[in-house]
């Protein structure tokens, strides 16, 4: 059936760092991809999302290309803050199927 | 604006107790309600989701069950829990459907089952 895989964690950065964090899928048919975002405390926050392939999602820094031929979602962004802790998950529907999720640590 | 809330925040139950956890949304008719659960070091899974009052699909067999006795509530129940039934529940709502991609979640209850 369809999955997500993410990178495990946690990514721990100093700040104004680059991030990448890994997320490929595998799917059949042509999913859309998604970005969500949980912060300490919170509920999960859609962060980004791709329709297509070759489609760049972006929000808040924050940017993903959906990757058909590599089946990746990886998400990206030039310099962290430290407001940017918190827990990443890639999914893809059409049952918005969820990875296991990637803790992002960014100190001063 | 879409507001939903979530509660018991935080549960600590025996085993072979019963569960109810409650989920509302304001501010939207008709809404899609789901349940996810997430368990240590795994994703989110689906456990339930509803597109109407007194429709519910199950994704999982399992000890849970759920209900939709109101257009913006949705409820989660167990009549006896079990040790695995432990772990982070979250409801969640969205105006298209799952392959929208576009949920907006509560805050979740943390059930520990003792």
């Known amino acids: 059936g369809d999955s997500v895989t993410q990178m495990e964690g946690p990514v721990t950065l100093s700040e104004e760092a680059f991030l990448t964090i890994n997320c490929t899928y595998t799917?059949?048919?042509?999913?859309?991809l998604f970005w969500y975002v949980q912060y300490p405390g919170e509920g999960l926050q859609l962060l980004l999302k791709?329709?297509?392939?070759?489609d760049k999602g972006s929000n808040k820094g924050f940017e993903a290309t959906y990757r058909k031929e590599t089946t990746s979602f990886h998400l990206e962004k030039g310099s962290v803050q430290v407001s940017d802790s918190a827990v990443y998950f890639c999914?893809?529907?059409?049952?918005?199927?969820f990875g296991t999720g990637t803790r992002l640590q960014v100190f001063p | 604006s879409q507001t939903i809330h979530q509660w018991p925040a935080t549960l600590v139950q025996p085993v072979g107790s019963p569960l109810s956890l409650e989920c509302t949304v304001e501010?939207?008719?008709?809404?899609?309600l789901y349940w996810y659960r997430q368990a240590a070091g795994r994703g989110l899974q689906l456990l339930f989701y509803?597109?109407?009052?007194?429709?519910i699909s199950s994704e999982v067999p399992q000890n849970l069950s759920a209900s939709r006795p109101q257009d913006r509530q949705f409820i989660l129940s167990s009549k006896k829990l079990l040790l695995s039934d432990s772990g982070f529940y979250l409801c969640?709502?969205?105006?298209?459907?799952?392959?929208?991609?576009?949920?907006?979640f509560g805050e979740g209850s943390r059930l520990t089952v003792l």
């Open positions: 799917a059949t048919g042509y999913p859309s």
């Open positions: 969640a709502w969205s105006v298209g459907g799952l392959s929208t991609g576009e949920l907006f």
């Open positions: 791709a329709t297509k392939a070759d």
């Open positions: 509803s597109v109407g009052i007194g429709q």
């Open positions: 501010g939207t008719s008709n809404p899609n």
């Open positions: 999914a893809l529907t059409d049952k918005l199927i």
